[in-house]
C-alpha cells in the first residue's frame, strides 16, 4: 500500500500526478442489479483504459433486469470505503467481484485500497484469486 494525496485519488489526477500509465490502473466501480425486488450488488473491475459493458455484459451475467451504477450512499455503507477509493478487497462475501480479462493479463496494476489517501499495486491475475472473483470479458473497447 502506497500513501497518495486524497486530492488525488480520481483515476486521470492520479496517472497524471504519480506518472503511472492509465493500462497500469484498474478501476472499480460497484452495481446494483434488480430483479423481481431483489437487489443484487457486485463490483467490477476494469483497466482505466476501458469501459465496462455494464448495461450488457454485467447485466446478463448477474441474471438481473435493470441495472445501474450503486448509489453514491450505498456504495459507501455497505463496503465500508470511501468512495473513489473502493476496492474489491475486502468487499462483502455474497458480493461477485466481475474481473475483466484484460486486467487479469496487465501484469501490476493500481487499484484503489478502499481509502482515497493510498493505493495498491498488486498483479491483475491476483484478483482472479479474491473468493467470489469471475473473469470475463467485460469491457467494451
Known amino acids: 500500500m502506497a500513501t497518495i494525496d486524497a486530492t488525488l485519488a480520481d483515476t486521470d489526477a492520479f496517472c497524471t500526478a504519480y506518472d503511472v500509465a492509465p493500462e497500469a490502473s484498474a478501476n472499480c466501480v460497484v452495481v446494483a442489479g434488480k ?5 443484487t450488488y457486485a463490483a467490477v473491475m476494469v483497466l ?3 469501459r465496462a459493458d ?4 454485467v447485466r446478463r451475467h448477474l441474471g438481473v433486469r435493470k441495472i445501474s451504477f450503486a448509489p453514491h450512499d450505498d456504495a ?7 468512495f ?3 476496492t474489491p478487497v475486502g468487499l ?23 481509502l482515497r489517501s493510498s493505493k495498491l ?13 469471475e473473469v470475463l470479458d467485460l469491457a467494451q473497447r
Open 92 to 114: 462483502p462475501v455474497d458480493w461477485p467481484v466481475l474481473v475483466d480479462a484484460a486486467v487479469v493479463a496487465a501484469g501490476e496494476v493500481v487499484i484503489g485500497s478502499g
Open 84 to 86: 473513489g477509493g473502493i
Open 35 to 39: 430483479r423481481a425486488g431483489e437487489v
Open 121 to 133: 499495486l498488486l498483479d491483475g491475475a491476483a484478483l482472479a484469486q479474491l473468493p467470489t472473483a
Open 48 to 50: 482505466a483504459t476501458d
Open 54 to 57: 455494464i448495461n450488457g455484459v
Open 76 to 82: 459507501v455503507s455497505l463496503t465500508g470505503m470511501e
